[in-house]
């Protein structure tokens, strides 16, 4: 994590200490809360499937979802914080990389929840509750984010007067579009607990307590890398500032 603004500073040791040690507890909830998610569903809830049983396939949609816009989103955003001093480029193509497996995996989970509701006999409705309503609109921001970022600050990279325009509306909702996802995941999970009557049922309670848990570690998840990034002491050195804009910071 090496030099820069926060580690210049009197108690440099203690800052960088409490630096790493925040991003390893990201680390460390952001995987609990998937593992919890997957042996939810893979063990109490049927399992994974694809369109050979559409109800297994919605199994993927939550998980594939916390995957890509919580988890690979959130370590996305923290990219240009951790890897402070390694050359901007190749943070650029770690920073884009991460938001393109991040968009891989919520397409992915969209299309198991589609899949669920348009095969299945008689077929659901879809887009009706709103969940889905946040949800979809999470992604499609995240979508036009990640364009305009990478055609801003990557390639063919915009002028200078541009970007410096549009920098603040880019940190700005690359922030609220993490937390609109963060948002849609929490009532996703709660939506399906209501309908599976999981929270009525004190025979299943250990599913109960697994999704309770799940949601608070992405609440701690998220708060920790929205502290990271809101935190100005954590940024990148200020040298040529408009390089190192991430593209969703």
């Known amino acids: 994590m090496g030099k820069g603004t ?32 997957a042996v939810l569903f893979g063990q109490y809830r049927g399992g994974f499937s694809w369109t050979s049983d559409v109800e297994k396939e ?7 979802m916390t995957l890509g816009m919580i988890f690979f989103y959130g370590d996305a955003i923290l990219a240009y914080r951790v890897f402070r001093d390694v050359k901007k480029l190749r943070v650029k193509i770690l920073h884009g990389s991460l938001l393109a497996l991040s968009l891989i995996f919520a397409s992915i989970g969209l299309k198991a929840v589609f899949d669920n509701h348009n095969l299945s006999t008689p077929p659901k ?6 969940h ?46 993490f937390t609109l996802a963060v ?26 307590n697994l999704i309770n848990f799940f949601g608070g ?3 701690i998840f ?3 890398i929205l502290y990271l990034v809101g935190n100005p002491g954590y940024q990148r050195p200020p040298d040529n500032e408009i390089e190192h804009v991430p593209l969703a910071d």
């Open 132 to 177: 889905s309503w946040v949800g979809l609109t999470a992604v499609v921001l995240f979508g036009a984010q990640w364009v305009c970022g990478f055609v801003s600050f990557l390639f063919p990279k915009l002028s200078e007067q541009i970007r410096k325009a549009y920098m603040p509306s880019h940190k700005f909702w690359g922030k609220a579009i």
């Open 222 to 224: 998220a708060g920790i």
């Open 183 to 208: 948002g849609a995941v929490l009532m996703g999970i709660t939506e399906y607990s209501i309908f599976k009557k999981i929270y009525g049922s004190d025979e299943i309670k250990y599913q109960r």
């Open 217 to 219: 570690f992405v609440i």
């Open 58 to 64: 919605f199994n993927y949609h939550p998980l594939f």
């Open 6 to 37: 926060f580690d210049e500073i009197g108690s440099s040791r203690v800052t960088l200490k409490w630096f790493s040690l925040m991003v390893l507890s990201s680390q460390v909830v952001g995987v609990i809360a998937i593992i919890l998610l």
């Open 125 to 130: 409705d879809n887009l009706y509750s709103l």
